[in-house]
Nanobody
Framework: QVQLVESGGGLVQAGGSLRLSCTAS????????MAWFRQAPGKEREFVAR????????IYADSVKGRFTISRDDAKNTAYLQMNSLKPDDTAVYYC?????????????????WGQGTQVTVSS
């Protein structure tokens, strides 16, 4: 079992940057696949980025590739999402997710553990 807490959301102008953090409880954080998802009002929750255990691989949604970077610090039990060149379309609640399945990538149904979400608002 793992509990996730996100932080770092806020209001930013288009073109700006934010860094989201996801801190996990438990001593086996390094063995989890970590991911970020987002959900805009009236839309489905969508995949943003994923990082495998020991940071051996990262995958991004096409909409954020080249602008967002996912990383993790296993010593701090924390995953990060660095978001640059933000656009109004990036406005959403951002959720951190975790899975012990090493093969999981972008399906939200394969992540059993979720944080409460943090709001990101990008103004034009």
């Amino acid at each position: 079992q793992v509990q996730l807490v996100e932080s770092g959301g806020g209001l930013v102008q288009a073109g700006g940057s934010l860094r989201l953090s996801c801190t996990a409880s438990g001593r086996t954080f390094s063995t989890y696949t970590m991911a970020w998802f987002r959900q805009a009002p009236g839309k489905e929750r969508e995949f943003v980025a994923r990082i495998s255990w020991r940071s051996t691989g990262t995958i991004y949604a096409d909409s954020v590739k080249g602008r967002f970077t996912i990383s993790r610090d296993d010593a701090k039990n924390t995953a990060y999402l660095q978001m640059n060149s933000l656009k109004p379309d990036d406005t959403a609640v951002y959720y951190c997710a975790a899975s012990m399945d090493l093969a999981v990538i972008r399906s939200k149904y394969e992540y059993p553990y979720w944080g409460q979400g943090t709001q990101v608002t990008v103004s034009s």
